[in-house]
């Protein structure tokens, strides 16, 4: 263990310095050979007491670390995100003189190391990374035992029985999060020595446990194939410092895997050939011989599928071949096969056998539900398209209902549904998210769950709901469906008998699903299924400018920005990024929440990319700062009011605190927590380095490595804001953002805004958008396949 045992505490090029004076004699003398062009690099060992900045983009850290023989704290810089406070680092770097902060030691490399002195290993064991020993017993275990207390866990841990308060159930506690630590150290040497984040250990050792380092020496790819957050270029420069050949098979199958990968996340349900192979090339830079002999090979072995019985030809008529990753393939065949299924088939309801047995019987085929019935049912009237949408639902297996905002969808729906109450069907109805479901829920009076909740997904059998379990009832009617991506659209019809009806609702010029996949606009342009296409703006929803203005971007119109007293839709001219930046947080903070006494909390900042100034990572720390500062004022005895920071966990350079507002990023069906769900944090233990986030009512716990799931959502893309609806929304629109600035974008944005809207920026960005209708197409061939089954 490097440094155990030694005396000194610094150390520059092998030499040994006992006190400060010696070590500033020794700095001085640097300072000369770096002028003469010598630069000589030194070393420090020190513990980290505490982080007072990272930056989550770039790693870059300030911390205050305790170093022997120093009377104050020494200031520690450089990339180093994934300390924590209590590590023992041995640092290699050099001493620099800044003109605002003073002496700092600025790290070219470091390592993380066990602690050699008393001090050091209360800290260490105080820090929380092992479970069952906080501050209070870490002080206990080294005044009992001293330098020797990690030696007594190690080999006798059982003497832990003589410190007051440990009993046989914490000793096993320690015991399990010990041997985890020493292993989860292995790991991260290991990745330091490969020059890879140790952020991962956990991770790895979580998937691999003690074989961790065995796997990753055999093949790292599998890092990429089997770990969420950690992508073939990590796993690539393991490999590559392990010696693995550029144009091995093992490397250029993964590098085509990742390929692939990443053209789902861009919502390509397949690639074509020579697009696959042209990006494979240029990532693996690898000949396009070799790659296209291991895409061959994968094909071969199933590994990879390739389209042969549909044909489909570009914008310039040449024919494509798709080549698919298995789970894609399967899930677009599927989609198309059961929606086929489904509208063929029989609907085993009342209704839908009244209905068939008149219409044969009279010879009228467009005999329908009396709808004049309905107005009277719902107190409600209905325009000639919202009768039409009732009438076909009546009969149809699968319909979609489609329109902009204030067009009636949620009308339509109501009357829909309280036609199939009159003949007494049992209705199921649900949407991809939670927020999404809760707004269906208020607008009809029925319970409304997410897809998710509908199928029962227990992990890790997965959906409980399928073809052999499958739903009860006689008709599903699903909400937001434009966010619906072919895996998902997948698992829910395995779940639909074919006696079921299916009715879609949804708004095509919004932005299709995050995943891969077109599900609702493919649909829609197969013509294989009634379509009702809502466009009328109903008189009450023209009073809202929010309304008019979102139709009129869908038509390439400039919106009305002059705002004025009464309006819900406000435009304010800014084009300095730093400016709107201030802007924003002034406006959440102070200026909406006085003007419409609402709570910041209820203020939703969206923004069209998550990097830059005004990004939602940069947002999100101004936010965070102005709304949930690290420190708290409380009053104590004898000393008035006094400045204390809040407790916090660190990861990834974010620091999560009690009432923090943040949002899951990818599916966790263990905690039945999914994409896009927004909670506020209730409670942090630092001491534990644990959190408990709440859900709309549902507490989820999160360890401190599990942290990399949620981020802070003061400040959210727009595209993460698919689905939900916010009393107020705040939104950036600069030409830093013309990469993302498309009008389904804009309209996305402006459309979650219920009440009130401020768009900060410049009319050129928002004109800019409102003119790019250049839609990224996605790679799908679900129309061709509904045609096909047509």
Known sequence: MPWHGKKAS?????????????????????????????????????????ITYQNPENGYSVMKCKVKDYTELVTLIGNMLDVNVGSVLLVQGNWKIDTKYGRQFEASSWEETLPAT?????????SGLIKGIGPKFAQRIVKRFGVDSFTVIEDNIEQLMEVEGIGNKRIQMIAESWQKQKEIKNIMLFLQENQVSTSYAAKIFKQYGNDSIKVMKENPYRLADDIWGIGFKTADQIAMKLGFAKESYVRLRSG?????????????????????????????????ETIVKTLDEMIKKEELILENQISKTDAEGNSITPIYLPPFYYAEVGVAAKLKKLSDSPAGDKLYTRLTEARKKTGNNELSVDVGA????????????????????????????????????TTTTHGIISAYRAYGLKILLAAPTGRAAKRMTEATGMESKTIHRLLEFKPPEGYQKNEENPLEGDVLIIDECSMIDIILMNSLLKAIPPTMRLIMVGDIDQLPSVGAGNVLRDMIDSMAFPVIRLTRIF?????????????????GKMPDISNGKGTDFFFME????????????????NNLPKYYHVEPSQIQVLTPMQRGVVGATNLNLALQEALNPAEEEIFMRGRGKVMIPKPCLRRSGFCFRAQDKVMQIKNNYDKEVFNGDIGIIESV???????????????VEYDVTELDEIVHAYATTIHKAQGSEYSIVVMPVLMNHYVMLQRNLIYTGITRAKKILVLVGTKKALSYAVRNVTVSKRNTMLKERLEVNR
Request: proline fraction near 1%; aromatic fraction near 6%.
């Open 574 to 589: 800014n084009k300095d990024a730093e400016a709107v930046a201030g802007e924003i947080v002034k406006l959440v903070q």
């Open 539 to 555: 008189r009450q929803a023209q009073t809202s400018r929010i309304v008019m203005n979102a139709h009129r971007i869908n038509e």
């Open 685 to 699: 233990d630092d001491a534990d380095k644990m959190l408990v986030v709440n859900f709309d009512g549902k507490s």
């Open 374 to 409: 309905i107005e009277k049912i719902t107190g409600m009237s209905y325009d000639d398209i919202q009768a039409d949408a009732i009438r076909k639902a009546a009969t149809a297996k699968v319909m979609v209902l489609t329109g902009g905002p204030g067009t009636g969808k």
């Open 256 to 288: 085509l895997m990742y390929t692939l990968s990443e053209l789902s996340n861009d919502g390509h349900v397949y690639a074509e050939r020579q697009q696959l192979i042209d990006r494979a090339t240029e990532l693996l830079e690898a000949s396009e």
């Open 118 to 126: 008393v001090y050091g290993m209360e800290k260490y064991l105080g």
């Open 10 to 50: 610094t150390c520059f090029s092998g030499v040994e310095y006992t006190s400060e004076e010696e070590l500033h004699k020794a700095w001085i003398n640097i300072k000369k050979e770096e002028k003469n062009g010598r630069l000589l690099m030194q070393k420090i060992r020190c513990v980290v007491e505490r």
